[in-house]
């Protein structure tokens, strides 16, 4: 079974660009699908974007002029990147995996940006 564990700093600046890294155990990064995803305070899930097993990047149109998932094969690991953050990008950010056996997530990581 597909293992993934969210790591990166819990507190950004405005401005700053937030990273983040997604440890994925049980399975490899060059297969099937890896994501990112977003919950803001009292909303409901936001997708930010995917890397797929071939490598192509897709982000969310909204997102995605700050936005940049890249992955390290020999680590067997992807990371997001989203540059000029702001307040609204106050989050609890998850990594998600999907194939088809079902889709996995990570246990979440709380980011704040405040100053």
């Known amino acids: 079974q597909v293992r993934l564990q969210e790591s990166g700093p819990g507190l950004v600046k405005p401005s700053q660009t937030l990273s983040l890294t997604c440890t994925v155990s049980?399975?490899?990064?060059?297969?099937?699908?890896y994501y990112w995803i977003r919950q803001p305070p009292g909303k409901g899930l936001e997708w930010i974007g995917y890397i797929a097993y071939t490598g192509a990047v897709y982000y969310s149109p909204s997102l995605k002029s700050r936005t940049s998932i890249s992955r390290d094969t020999s680590k067997n690991q992807f990371t997001l990147q989203l540059s000029s953050v702001i307040p609204e990008d106050t989050a609890v950010y998850y990594c998600t995996h999907s194939d088809p056996g079902g889709l996995y997530w990570g246990q979440g990581t709380q980011v704040t940006v405040s100053s």
């Open positions: 049980g399975g490899s990064i060059t297969s099937n699908y």
